[in-house]
């Protein structure tokens, strides 16, 4: 089976939305203008999807108290060094970085509500 999205309540989805496709050259496939306002962003292949949305019957996790490998979302990155400058810029914060033995060069930030956001450049590329 082929994945289709992953799913995540937040606390602004308008808001969340328009900086992930602003900053992380992801579009909106499809979206909800009232309540829950329903996001489906494509990233720039256009085959893989985040649906963000506003569920209040339940809560939305403080993703910033949490730890970022417990729940990240991970970009390819040519250049993770000026990704984060920019991405900085944008208002992210800065998280940890990691340099394996296999010139993996990864660098982890949380985005304005405090989501984990990874920057990954592969010394052997996953895809």
């Not at 992801?26 to 962003?41: E, V, Y």
Request: hydrophobic share 45%.
């Amino acid at each position: 089976m082929k994945i289709e999205h992953f799913a995540i309540n937040v606390s602004d989805p308008q808001a969340f939305a328009a900086w992930y496709v602003a900053n992380c050259g992801m579009s909106i496939a499809r979206k909800l203008d009232q309540a829950p306002f329903t996001h489906f962003l494509a990233d720039s292949t256009g085959s893989v999807m985040v649906e963000i949305y506003n569920n209040p019957t339940d809560q939305v996790p403080d993703y910033r108290s949490m730890d970022p490998l417990i729940l990240h979302l991970a970009f390819v990155s040519e250049d993770p060094d000026a990704d984060r400058a920019r991405l900085e810029a944008a208002g992210a914060t800065f998280a940890e970085e990691v340099k394996t033995d296999d010139g993996s060069h990864l660098v982890m930030l949380r985005d304005p509500w405090g989501f984990c956001v990874q920057l990954c450049k592969r010394g052997i590329p996953m895809l």
